[in-house]
């Protein structure tokens, strides 16, 4: 079936969903995705578990160093901005700047406003690794992300095809068979459980052509 304009349904609900998010509606996308994220990093600094990307690399500089989660994250992802400016445009790079400065105001934040006496410690990945996903899923969607490895990931799907879900898993990978040198052992497969719960959220709702990042 055809519209009076010539153009069939699929293709009208094609077009609306291309238009361009508005101002305000990135800016709440923008702060919602950076509460989720932040949250999903202090259930995992509650029971000393890493995840994948430079949150990751943060998590594992922050027990090595005894530094801020917050102040690590944002000095690490200072570097990628370069490429991001570069490959992404500077309104992909200024959103993706805010949601760093964000989470990692975020993350310290939220633990003077409460405490987590106890936690499982695989029930917490699994929880992060859910929550995390929801926030990158909200930010690729108003073109912005929480940075490093997002960056990367992003351009190699807007570039190449291959889903940014299954780009940041391999990255995620590298980092969580790094902390092996220097996280507790004992957290590793919930670690990893969380990872590829956080990852198959991406792979499966974001995936080239469905939705443009």
Known sequence: MRTHRGQTPESRRNQSSSLPHRPFEDAGALIIGSLILSFGVVLLGKVGAVTGGLAGL???????????????????NLPFYVLSLLRMGWLFTLKTFLVVGLISVLADFHLTQFALSSIGT??????AGVLMGIGFLVLF????SAGGMGIMALYLQERFGPSAGIVQLGFDALIVLASLFIGNSDVMLP???GVVVLNLILAVNHRPGRYQA
């Open 141 to 144: 969607r108003h073109r912005a």
């Open 122 to 127: 695989l029930y917490a990945c699994l929880l």
């Open 191 to 193: 670690s990893i459980t």
């Open 58 to 76: 943060a998590f594992l500089l922050t027990y090595s160093t005894g530094w801020s989660f917050g102040i690590m994250f944002f000095l690490i």
